[in-house]
């Protein structure tokens, strides 16, 4: 995918794989509208950027976890006469627990950012794309999300809505110039951990410019797949853990998803 003189806006950009989409696409000639609520987070990160890649790199905060973030972020970008080549749905976030022991406002916070954010994003940007027979929009969603994930239930069960929804968007868009993505990372080396909690980190953790690596590859097929898992463990446990009985898989899951504590 050519992408020098292109927009990329990515949410999420303040830390961990954001931060390494914003690097990946700066490298490749996109300027960047980086997005999320840590502002000095986004400015050092635009500076360095724009010094390293010579593009341009604007500094968007925003809480996506407030209803009509999405909107808002629409708004602002046609405020600031900015076209969204490539969206990168990308700012999530999970919780280890029970559900019966966690704040209430943890678990609809996770609904509202990994889902409702990420839907509005899309539904705000894709007609513009579609219109212009050309774009991308990459959305995040995990190895969790080819099973429930017990102890991270509402986590998993977010990131099962986004590659579903994703999956179907990819079929609905496969004609128009468009290159929809879901891109399922397993345990990766970012800041997830310190807010998720350290007993929800389980086996062997890709650095975020790997992961970010397995999109480009993919988006640089125009007739790719709708999905990627990246990590060979991830993409053998994705591709045979729907083979077992679901009774099995949700036992096997919860002991290995039960942690340290
Ligand atoms: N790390 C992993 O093991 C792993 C595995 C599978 C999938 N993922 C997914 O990868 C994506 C990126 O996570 P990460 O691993 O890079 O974690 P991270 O280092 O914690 O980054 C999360 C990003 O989301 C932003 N964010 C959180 N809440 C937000 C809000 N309310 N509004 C706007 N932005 C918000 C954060 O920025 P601010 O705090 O500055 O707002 C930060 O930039 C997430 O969707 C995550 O579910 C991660």
Redesign the pocket.
Known sequence: MDLTGRTALI?????????AFADALAARGAHLIL????ED??TALADTLRARHGNDAHVLV????LPG?GAALLAETRRLGLDVDVLVN?????SHGDVADTDPDRLTGQIQ??IT?LTDLTRAYLPDMVGRGRGAIVN?????AYQPVPHMAV?SAT?AYVLSFTEALWAETRNTGVRVLAL????????????AGESARVGR?QT?AAVVARAMRALDRPSGPGSVVSGLPNIVTAATVGFLPRRLSLLVTERLARGRN
């Open positions: 949410t999420g950009a303040s830390s961990g794989i954001g931060a997005v999320a609520r840590r987070r986004l925003a809480d996506l976890g973030a990308n700012a999530g976030f999970g950012l990994n954010a995040v969603a995990s190895a969790a986590y990131k399922s990372p397993g345990a990766t080396e970012t800041e997830f951990f310190d807010i953790q975020a």
